[in-house]
């Protein structure tokens, strides 16, 4: 295994385009587990926002941990160390619904579509620690409809944000967006000062595992 000066030096390396990440893998002999990686949606920011990304999320389950990383037989992994703000800021292992609780009493701070997620999550991994019949679940999901998803927010028209305080983002599936009547996909969002959400209310009415209208995702989605 690379040494932590060594992973620092390729990440710094690696973001720069100045490496590719295969080439590290083969330089020690490694192997990605992509296996692990489950697709969790894709979102694409709205175009009244002057950078925009394109955004494949990604769930993944870990052994048991802590916070500084962990070690098992020849396997090792490490939470990433912050690089500037280039890309990390701080990284820690918390449970959704303990998020979602820190973002409510605006400890931290996420954007909708990691409210998105970690809500939909947090519904399934109740309790301390997750069982496996919650991580199959989460795979059930991530191998469906829900995580093919791509979601383009959209602020609903007629909408008074000056009179509510909050915009409404509809996404994909919302009554408004080719949903059926009366179904409901979008948030409530309340910016804060420099753009950053300080609030969010999701509104989702149908259930995720299988009341997802493949029709409303038809549309072919990019930047």
Do not use: C
Request: hydrophobic share 35%; aromatic share 10%.
């Amino acid at each position: 295994m690379p040494s932590n000066s060594e992973l620092d030096a390729a990440r710094e390396e690696i973001h720069a385009q100045r490496r590719m990440f295969s080439d590290l893998l083969a330089q020690h002999n490694l192997r990605l587990n992509g296996e692990s990686l489950l697709q969790f949606t894709q979102w694409i920011t709205p175009p009244t926002i002057p950078r925009r990304f394109h955004t494949q999320f990604y769930v993944a389950f870990l052994d048991e941990t802590n916070a500084a990383g962990f070690s098992h037989g020849d396997k090792q992994e490490r939470l990433p160390t912050p690089d500037g703000g280039q890309e990390v800021i701080a990284a820690r292992f918390v449970h959704p619904q303990k998020a979602l609780e820190e973002f409510n009493a605006k400890q931290i701070s996420f954007f909708p579509p990691q409210f998105y997620l970690l809500t939909t999550l947090a519904s399934i991994l109740q309790g301390t620690q997750n069982t496996p019949d919650q991580r199959e679940r989460v795979r059930t999901l991530a191998h469906g409809a829900f995580g093919r998803m791509v979601i383009n927010p959209r602020p609903l028209p007629g909408h008074d944000v000056k009179g509510t305080g909050y915009q409404v983002l509809t996404y994909e599936g919302d009554e408004t967006r080719g949903g059926s009547p009366g179904r409901l996909h979008r948030s409530k969002v309340w910016f804060g000062p420099g753009g950053a959400a300080v609030g969010v209310a999701l509104e989702r009415n149908f259930d995720v595992f299988s009341e997802i209208e493949a029709h409303a995702f038809s549309q072919p989605a990019r930047l």
